[in-house]
């Protein structure tokens, strides 16, 4: 038999084949695709949140309870007021300590800085020392005992002022504050300079070259790393200030020890919150920064599928062939 005039030779006879097992494929793993971006979609954060304090608060009721304590006593405790005549007398000897700091110890210190100038000109080679080296020396060891003397003296007045109202007053709180915020700056400090030391290390030569999304994470992720380790290193240091003061102010055994578990409380409980805050912050953002790239990805993938073309054999023999086809 013969083609009918003006007939495709290659349309005789077609028969469309079965799909290739590659496309099959690709459907099944799109649509695991979109079933695993939708699942990560429905995850709902703030109800995530929800359930996770409930459980804590069942689970750990005496550790929540704690918490609680301790930031009512950061906010709310300012310590017992002082009579007017107390704080008159703690005033005045104050003032006499100030006094003492700024004109004995001041010219102390000065007196020390040029007898450690004059003693190490008066070295030799190799930190030999002669007769007037050791003239040197001792003058020096002189200017070291009188600046310990006068700040023997400064710290027996402020002793003296600070005995006078006591750790549990207004002043003695004031103090504590003032010296964990100190600590806690300082703590603050340590990070921003060690991430700055670890971008001046990422921007060195010779390392993987990584895009600037990837650089920023891993920023934030060192200073987080190292703002955990700065508190906790300025809060050990403020632990040790309260018990100087403590003792400082000559508070009684048990009423000092008192204090040191209330201001433990309060300094973990501050210290505990602002890190939680500062992690659940970065774990949302990167939650969502990864919601948003799944359902791109999704939507790129889905795009391409259908603008793909395959090819698909039709009729056999020397008269079939190919074709593109779309699905």
């Known amino acids: 038999l013969k083609a009918p005039s003006g007939a495709d030779p290659r349309l005789l006879g077609a028969a469309p084949r079965r799909a290739p097992a590659g ?116 003058k020096y060891e002189m200017a070291q005992a009188s600046v310990a003397r006068v700040r023997k003296k400064r710290d027996d007045i402020m002793t003296e002022a600070r005995r006078e109202v006591g750790i549990w007053s207004v002043f003695g709180v004031r103090e504590v504050r003032s010296s964990f915020w100190s600590a806690w700056q300082s703590g603050k400090d340590f990070a921003a300079r060690w991430t700055m030391y670890d971008a001046l290390f990422m921007m060195m030569p010779g390392g993987r070259e990584e895009t600037m999304v990837h650089v920023i994470i891993k920023l934030v992720m060192q200073y987080l790393v190292n703002l955990t380790m700065g508190l906790i290193g300025a809060f050990c240091y403020f632990v040790y200030n309260v018990y100087s003061l403590i003792v400082s102010y000559g508070e009684p055994t048990l009423s000092g020890l008192a204090f040191f578990l209330l201001v433990m409380v309060a300094g973990m409980a501050t210290v505990g919150t602002y890190l939680v805050a500062i992690y659940g912050t970065v774990a949302g953002g990167g939650l969502y920064i990864a919601k948003q790239a799944a359902k791109n990805a999704a939507l790129e993938g889905n795009a391409g599928h259908r603008q793909r073309p395959r090819s698909v054999q039709y009729g056999g023999g020397p008269v079939g062939g190919y074709r593109h086809h779309y699905d």
């Not at 099944?28 to 079933?35: I, L, N, P, V």
């Not at 971006?37 to 009721?61: C, M, Y």
């Not at 040029?114 to 003693?119: P, Q, T």
């Open 23 to 138: 496309s099959l494929g690709r459907r099944a793993a799109m649509a695991q695709r979109s079933a695993a971006v939708q699942k990560f979609e429905d995850i709902n954060v703030g109800q995530l949140v929800v359930s996770t304090a409930t459980s804590v608060v069942k689970n750990r009721p005496v550790t929540v309870s704690l918490w609680v304590v301790g930031l009512l006593l950061a906010a709310f405790a300012n310590g017992f007021s002082v009579d007017d005549t107390t704080r008159e007398a703690y005033s005045m000897t104050l003032s006499h300590a100030e006094e003492v700091d700024r004109q004995e110890l001041g010219k102390a210190l000065g007196a020390l800085r040029k007898a450690e100038e004059r003693y190490y000109n008066a070295k030799g080679w190799f930190w030999s020392c002669d007769a007037r080296c050791q003239n040197a020396k001792d």
